[in-house]
């Protein structure tokens, strides 16, 4: 561990200053790479100094995520905070199930999860972290399935077809785990949206009381807070007195836009996300802890616990539920992400994740700005929350990114809107600087003006 | 990051030398922590200083799982290289979906998913790393529930009702995923075993047989290499020729045991493993990588993709489904977890995970002599790899734990054979010297004696 620890400094050392020198890598073929580093295991082992001279070299061809020219997609940047903690939980490599072996680490999780319940309206909720935003979104849906139809968990649907509706703009992980979970893709019913992203909430009515007209049995609404592609937050009110007219689980797809409930604006969003019944919440994104860190929120007690458990002796051994989180994870062993975002928050507190999110609410409202001024770029949607989406009228929209990201002036990502392929800029990283902002604006004027007289073949 | 990295190298060496010195920590209540630490996030940051003071108190309470005395789950150890590759994937922060964000450590990835495929005899794997067995077994039994059902994805089960086998030493994951994935649990056949713990054949085929004269859908048969409690190994020939005869999928659960493929004489249990459709395998066991790092195999390209994938514009952008395994996973945003397994395997060779392998079965082999000489202690089984269940006849075996581990001699569970409880004790962590075990048992011994004389209370 001595030499590991010596070669970590240095190889991070070295990361953060080429980070900073070459911010936005080349794309390498497979065959590139592939011809330059010799990646199958060996036979015989090699020296630590050679492993560390073969990390050098893979380090400097990975694409910088945290890189203040990355914007390509929901994660990214770096807390120092976040990093310190998840190095912590690597070598004290506490497996998160139950409370004899995780012990205090248990007790960090439980005091994140009852805050984090709180903010979005959950007095006191029940949750767990999960690997990743679309295995909470599959949680809630388990949790939910086990709702509509007693008995789920033991049964299945026993005859009954449950259905599921998220809105066109919902992320792709909601129809995912209804093929995983043997809904069925074609059962998720994908309600419209109105001009700025936001679920149209007569639609789904119509939908719901079709659906249940046709015999299906409505499971699970999943609104989203912030859109994938727009940052558009679905109306949770209406939704919810839908919900509870039909008596429908709703569950709320936070996983991108909770940590907006820190800001002073857009925290109005989350003003009825207590009438939901299930929350999905990603530290991993706006909150900028390494991959990964995503919360499932239950509002009632033992409802989670009650869709997922099952015993084994030879790992339960004592305590209760409460205490034990591999009750109610889909998880058996599990990698402790709490500690990570609870390292994070005591040093960046609540006023720090407000002025985060007022740093890169600013960076957005400074891309529209930039936007709106340069003829060469048009806005597709005035920004809901950190996502801008625009593109270059004449100009392809993969030409444009590509260009941009070839020469080295930043790493964008595009998305379908309106049927078209344009520019989605995300800014997550809060250590972005208004004059990157900026700049990045001039390059992308540039290339798109240099596309527009010489289109690329 | 430069306060973080100085803080890190502290903290680290710190708890290196107090893993040593206080190896196996005395279980606090919930409220004895919650009286020592302030667990809630702050209102107002605390300086970095304070978050480091902080950490070493949390550090200090947290169960020690990979010290040399710590035999309580199927994790442990700690391997320096495994560390920085953990390490260095939170500082690069990959998202594992698309090559686009991945470049290199896709293919990092690709490489060990076909050097792990080949040796358990899939010559051409297409696989993907996930955070645990659990979710690997899940991602297999989605697959097989694919194969058994056309337009499972799309449609669900259309009607049919499937059906799982598993043995009843098979691991609690299994029954679970049924649950989680509608299939039910109560529609998972749990297979008798022989003394050794090993699935009996012939009563898989009747099941089977029986099944599809009632009319059940049979989808996936589970055998388990390496059982839970036993550490038992599945006949695979025998049940691979039932399982092709009914055209059924055989999963192999190797999370625990897959590692012993390196072993000289255990890996006869994985001569016939190529002749399955799917295989879980953890290296987070065995082969002591910090947590998780686990992977689904599967024989023939393109299943995973076809059970798994969803179109999303906004993420997918170029590039073929192999390189972008996003399309194959049950997750979207994913940590890396094969860069850690890639370091630890370029120092260790096979030649390092062989000698890795005959330690710890050593070391087994060494508690059952220690055992057998003891009179005690009786031992349950004759070990099949690295599980070693005994107990103290007339001493409570729960008693006989809790004293060895209150008096820090040592963190062991328990678990059911024969219908009582009894110690199962597990040897993952190579480090572990054979005086340490001698050791061991000569606390056991004597916590025996002094509990045959005055049982707890």
């Known amino acids: 561990m001595p030499q590991a620890l010596a070669t970590l400094k240095t190889l991070i050392e070295e990361h953060l200053a080429a980070e900073r020198s070459d911010p936005v890598r080349a794309l390498q073929t497979p065959e590139q790479l592939r011809a330059k580093f010799e990646l199958a295991p060996p036979e015989e082992g090699i020296p630590f100094e050679e492993l560390s001279e073969r990390l050098r ?156 007209e046709a015999g299906f049995t409505p499971a699970m609404i999943n609104a989203t807070s912030g859109t994938t592609v727009l940052g558009a937050f679905d109306p949770i009110a209406a939704i919810s007195a839908i919900a509870k007219r039909h008596n429908v689980w709703l569950h709320v797809d ?35 802890t390494p991959l990964t860190c995503s919360v499932i929120l239950v509002k009632e007690k033992g409802l ?65 700005r930039c936007i709106e001024a340069a003829p060469e770029l048009s806005l597709v949607r005035v920004p809901e929350s950190i996502n801008i989406c625009f593109d270059a009228p004449g100009v392809d929209t993969d030409a444009l990114l590509d260009a941009v990201c070839e020469s080295g002036q930043g790493m964008i990502g595009h998305a379908q809107v309106d049927g078209r392929t344009v520019v989605r800029l995300v800014f997550l990283n809060s250590d972005v600087r208004t004059e990157v902002v900026e700049r990045l604006f001039v390059a992308i004027q540039a290339q798109a003006r240099a596309l527009a007289i010489a289109p690329a073949a």
Chains 1, 2 share one sequence.
């Open 304 to 368: 989670m616990t009650q869709a997922m458990s099952q015993s084994a002796s030879y790992l339960f051994q004592g305590g209760e539920d409460e205490f034990n989180p591999g009750t109610r994870s889909i998880q058996c062993g599990r990698r402790n992400s709490a500690l990570k975002l609870w390292c994070a928050w005591q040093v960046n507190g609540d006023a720090g994740y407000l002025a985060k999110t007022q740093s890169v609410r600013n960076n957005a409202l400074t891309a529209q």
């Open 57 to 212: 070299g893979i380090m400097a061809a990975t694409p910088a995520t945290a890189s203040d020219l990355f914007f390509n997609q929901l994660y990214g940047g770096r807390d120092p905070a976040a990093f310190t903690g998840d190095v912590i939980s690597a070598v004290l490599n506490t497996s998160m199930y139950t409370y004899k072996i995780g012990g205090v680490q248990v007790l960090i999780e439980l005091a994140l999860v009852k805050r984090m319940g709180q903010m979005m309206g959950f007095p006191d909720a029940e949750g767990v972290f999960t690997p990743g935003g679309s295995l909470s979104n599959l949680a809630g849906m388990v949790v939910a399935l086990n709702q509509a139809i007693p008995g789920y968990k033991d049964h299945g649907a026993q005859g009954k077809q449950p259905r599921i509706y998220t809105s066109i703009e919902g992320h792709y992980s909601v129809p995912k785990a209804a093929g995983l979970l043997g809904v069925g893709q074609s059962n998720v019913v994908k309600i419209p949206v109105d001009g700025r992203g936001q679920m149209l909430p007569e639609a789904l009515e119509a939908a719901i009381v079709s659906d249940i």
């Open 254 to 288: 936070a996983a991108y836009g909770g940590t907006f409930v820190f800001h002073p604006e857009l925290k109005a969003h989350f003003a009825d996300v207590g009438l939901a019944d299930s929350v999905t919440w990603d530290a991993h994104k706006v909150m900028s």
